[in-house]
Nanobody, 121 residues
Framework: QVQLVESGGGLVQPGDSLTLSCSASGRTYALGWFRQTPGKEREFVAAVSRSGARLFYADSMKGRATIDRDNVKNTMTLQMNNLQPEDTAVYYC?????????????????WGQGTQVTVSS
């Protein structure tokens, strides 16, 4: 069993930056971030392999997000820059047993409760 706890969400203005954190218990898994807005499917944001060597980003996040992990502390972070209103969503941390298929939410077996990010002026 893995427990994932997200933190760092909040209300920011357009153009601001925000860093989300995910604390994980148990084994080392590949980890990912997904986001969801009401009425829409949960969508991929970014992911990192178990070693941290491989990073994956959604096209919407390339160039303005950085994902990182610390396997000693068992944490993962997602720094997002130049946030826009369309980035408003609940952001979820998720764990994947494998290092492949990291962009597909169906490959993740553990999920956190989510943290709200609201981008508004």
């Amino acid at each position: 069993q893995v427990q994932l706890v997200e933190s760092g969400g909040g209300l920011v203005q357009p153009g601001d930056s925000l860093t989300l954190s995910c604390s994980a218990s148990g084994r080392t898994y590949a980890l990912g971030w997904f986001r969801q807005t009401p009425g829409k499917e949960r969508e991929f944001v970014a992911a990192v392999s178990r070693s941290g060597a491989r990073l994956f980003y959604a096209d919407s996040m390339k160039g303005r997000a950085t994902i990182d992990r610390d396997n000693v502390k068992n944490t993962m972070t997602l720094q997002m820059n130049n946030l826009q209103p369309e980035d408003t969503a609940v952001y979820y941390c998720a764990a994947n047993l494998n290092d492949y298929g990291l962009e597909s939410r169906t490959n993740y077996i553990y999920w956190g409760q989510g943290t709200q990010v609201t981008v508004s002026s």
